[in-house]
């Protein structure tokens, strides 16, 4: 399945083989607001872009920091991309589930 951006349709990313493979897979999550949203994670979302400076304030993920992930075509914000604090370097992008299109291809 193809998973597009939900506003312009753009591809955002495969959900075959480039989800994580980590317990990071899925989550339900509540950002410092008190806004709860479903993400879905992904190794990478070439359809993103990463905007802002890393931070690992309010991270989800711990030892984590994270920036803004969001549409390469309309620059809708569609979710995060953390990246490992520590020498693993392992890094994954949480996109909001209910901003993203899935259809067969």
Request: charged share 20%.
């Amino acid at each position: 399945h193809a998973l597009l951006c939900g506003r312009c349709g753009a591809l955002i990313t495969n959900s075959e083989g480039d989800m994580c493979e980590d317990e990071h897979e899925e989550d339900a999550v509540v950002n410092a607001a008190g806004i709860a949203f479903e993400i879905r994670c992904f190794g990478e979302a070439r359809g993103c872009e990463v905007e802002g400076s890393p931070t690992g304030e309010f991270s989800w993920f711990s030892g984590y920091s994270w920036q803004y992930a969001i549409c390469a075509s309309c620059l809708s914000h569609l979710g995060w991309f953390f990246t490992a604090d520590a020498e693993t370097g392992s890094s994954f992008f949480g996109l909001r589930a209910s901003l993203l299109r899935d259809v067969e291809f």
